[in-house]
T-cell receptor
């Protein structure tokens, strides 16, 4: 298996632009998590899905952030409009049901908003 | 509010030293405590702890959990430059994991 796939790996954009991050979970995994990592705040859970349904989005910072999972093999995290403080590494992770600790992380997307 | 607090935030030691990383937590519906190592990319799993007082060991790394004091430590003996990384403590509650901010460990040759 190729593992969790994220794209793009790096994104540089200007303030005010829309940013879309993409994630393909491991086949057969029915949980998908979006995390954001910064030096100041560490690794934060933004939202997670189970069977394509958002379960907990309490970590989503504000209305500029939205996430979708239209099917079991694809999810997006969108920021519109982007701001410099959104600069971070965004990780996607997936897992099978039952063993919550066994999350498999993707390589991350490094976002820089100028 | 659930929280996981790690200390120190950063640590610099010489190769061969022993280090102890700390993690305290306040989480409802606690299931397990996890340690991850993060080098340049995504976190990789080290240990899962569910019971107090039982040490988990993997080579030079070991960890133990105190569920009464809501505390865990990660020990690394005879450190090597390859141990340089961010070490993340996390607590599993329900279906999600809450991470601490990590300890950035740097090993000098």
């Amino acid at each position: 298996d190729a593992g969790v796939i994220q794209s793009p790996r790096h994104e540089v954009t200007e303030m005010g632009q829309e940013v879309t991050l993409r994630c393909k979970p491991i086949s057969g995994h029915d949980y998908l998590f979006w995390y954001r990592q910064t030096m100041m705040r560490g690794l934060e859970l933004l939202i997670y899905f189970n069977n394509n349904v958002p379960i907990d989005d309490s970590g989503m910072p504000e209305d500029r952030f939205s996430a979708k999972m239209p099917n079991a093999s694809f999810s997006t995290l969108k920021i519109q409009p982007s701001e410099p403080r959104d600069s971070a590494v965004y990780f996607c992770a997936s897992k099978q049901p039952g063993l919550a600790w066994e999350q498999f992380f993707g390589p991350g997307t490094r976002l820089t908003v100028l | 509010e659930d929280k996981v607090v790690q200390s120190p935030l950063s640590l610099v030691v010489h190769e061969g030293d022993t280090v102890t990383l700390n993690c305290s937590y306040e989480v409802t519906n606690f299931r397990s405590l996890l340690w991850y190592k993060q080098e340049k990319k995504a976190p990789t799993f080290l240990f899962m702890l569910t019971s107090s007082g039982i040490e988990k060991k993997s080579g030079r790394l070991s960890s133990i959990l105190d569920k009464k004091e809501l505390f865990s430590i990660l020990n690394i003996t005879a450190t090597q430059t390859g141990d340089s990384a961010i070490y993340l403590c996390a607590v599993n509650r329900d279906d999600k994991i809450i991470f601490g901010k990590g300890t950035r460990l740097h090993i000098l040759p």
